[in-house]
């Protein structure tokens, strides 16, 4: 058997290191015993298939003869694939914060044989540069540390364990009302770029946890700058080269202020949170550009991310033939050579492509020269010379496709989709939805528990608080557009597992891992939102939904413990807890909104504009039996008038009387969502 122990995993990221000279072992028990039996410390390295900076040490250190031959020799060494076991990834990289140190992949972290932390950092080179020493020199100091000074090792560990572990007696949870959700958004609108969106300076994320507030806040509370402040920031990301305008989809962020440069790698879950974010935005505003780039966004996602069986893939890389980037930039004499000098001009002018180039002497598609769409028959040319480009750029060696099937992520696709099916009347988009939710429902699911991930017909890893949290957040969002009750209940039973090995009875709140994930040293809880959302915002925002469903209190008894939980962690830092304030709007102000169907079928005047209404956050139920409203809910009772179709708003407990017509809606709804919350 090779020494090298990676050829019989599934994960893509772990299998592009299976011919490393490097005696890779997964994580799991047999590994962190030979750590045990050896006395060897643990060189503990994780990434993940798209990462570019993982490709770069790869091929520099883990595919060197003379590196591996350190590693092997001093260490016992363990891969991990972020994306499967976030987990693991979630501790050990808030160990490397506590060192003070910045976070980021691969990751590298040097563990005792017991597996706990004493040392680490990211991307180390072969050889010194950047400022770092080179790797072989780390790698050998590190291992005389360990053998030479334990009692510094032991210091290290206990003290990051300590932090790690940290049960800080509950605090008195602060009092957080809209008043200060509406000033926290005033001040949160202030630090984003006027100019190009986003958060001021660079590199640039597409933080949607922060724009998702923003937009929420500008709503409910009539702030024109935070709207216009996610206005900016969506049309430029949408003309940006962070957008692919040849197939749709956006990459993972931007290393400019502009969103010209971006870092290539396409992601599930970051193009799942701007069609969520886009479709939101685009029922207030009506954008043009938002329509086009959702359609062609989840064009691409259809087309090019979903997997046999009906789940959808992780991502695509950034690299292709050891190159970050060569995939997708042009030069201007190739774009000459498929369009012709003609079509050739008016892309170019259009796309930003040049014959010096916009960036390191090639060219990335972009129409940051003009935030609109062209005039209509500019866009339809456009159009078939980006279709030419793309058969062409087929032709190209594609980037690596890491097609393993993430339950969150998956979670957030399909409510993204479900969302924006019944605002744009998709039925193709729900029908993709529907076939992922089942997916995962019959494919990475043991009774009530979930996996974390499948690939090659096996599923793998437990299940985090944040796969049940966004699965719940699908089966909602699917009950929304289908009406099915069916949906409810699997929500219902995913929130019972979350309550029942989730829970933290000592100090409140969901902890990331169950109460029997075997081989971890500590249970991460935190409120902090990372390029996913937390969670816990997540769960607070589901549970105040499934009471709304339901009528049972204890949903909204545990969205308000959930919050209380937190509360003292966001009163100190609100703008990494956005995830969590966006669920306390939800507490303060839930929206519901009943459409009762009337004897006429179809979908009548006053249903299409309930779909398409900008009411972020309601729940939005369209219902043929007046019977299946809950009994304690605020619609209790509400029927159909006259036999017609009939709309009921209720913000809170205060509901609208019933309407019959779209125009009443529409005005009653933008005068019942607004609430006056400054402070006094």
Known sequence: ?????????????????????????????????????????????????????????????????????????????????????PDIDAIYMAALHTLGEQGGWPLTMFLTPDAEPFWGGTYFPKDERYGKPSFVRVLREIA?????????????????????????????????GEPALRDLAVRA????????????GAPKFPQYSFFWFLWRAGIRY???????????????????????????????????ERW???????????NALLIDLMTEVWKETGSPLLEQRIEETIGFVLSDMRTPGGGFAASWDADSEGEEGKFYVW?????????????????????????????????????LGSLRLAAGEVEVRLASMRARLRQHRAKRIPPGFDDKVLADWNGLMIAALAKASTAFEQPRWLSAALGAYRFIAERIQAGDRLFHCTRAGEGKAPATASDYANMI?????????????????????????????????????????????????VRTRTAHDDATPNANGVMVSNLVKLYMLTGEVSYEDRAKATFEAFAPEAARGPLACTGLMTGLIDLEAPQQLVIVRGAASGLGLLERAARTLALPGALVQVIDDPALIATSSATAGKTAIGGKTTAYLCVGRTCSAPMTEAHGLVETARALRRVNARQP
């Not at 031959?69 to 994306?83: F, G, T």
């Not at 430029?236 to 993972?252: P, V």
């Open 144 to 176: 005389r540390i360990h053998r030479q000074e334990p009692a510094r090792v032991a210091q290290n560990s206990s003290a990051i364990l300590e932090r790690l572990r940290s049960s800080a007696p509950r605090e008195q949870a602060p009092r957080i």
């Open 1 to 85: 058997m090779s020494a090298n122990r990676l050829a019989s995993e599934t994960s893509p990221y772990l299998l592009q290191h299976k011919d490393n000279p490097v005696h890779w072992r997964a994580w799991g028990e047999e590994a962190l015993a030979e750590a045990k039996r050896t006395g060897k410390p643990i060189l503990l390295s994780v990434g993940y298939a798209a990462c570019h900076w993982c490709h770069v040490m790869a091929h520099e250190s883990f595919e060197d003869q003379t590196t591996a031959d350190v590693m092997n020799e001093l260490y016992v060494n363990i891969k991990v694939d972020r994306e499967e076991r």
């Open 260 to 270: 010209l440069v971006p870092h290539f790698e396409k992601m599930l879950s970051d």
């Open 473 to 521: 957040g699908a089966a909602i969002a699917l009950h929304e557009a289908t009406g099915a009750a069916g949906y409810v209940a699997d929500a219902r039973r995913w929130a019972g597992v979350l309550d029942r090995h989730y829970w933290l009875d000592d100090r409140g709140g969901y902890a990331f891992t169950a109460d029997d994930t075997a081989g971890l040293i």
């Open 331 to 367: 030069s201007r004499s190739e774009i000459d050579q498929v369009l012709g000098a003609e079509d050739a001009a008016l892309f170019a002018k259009h796309y930003d492509v040049t014959a010096p180039g916009n960036f390191e002497g090639h060219n990335i598609l972009n129409r």
């Open 189 to 200: 609108a202030t630090l984003v770029d006027p100019v190009h969106g986003g958060m001021e």
């Open 222 to 256: 009539d702030l024109e700058n935070a709207r216009v402040a996610v206005q900016t920031t969506l049309d430029h990301i949408c003309q940006g080269g962070i957008y692919d305008h040849l197939a749709g989809g956006f990459s993972r962020y931007s290393v400019d």
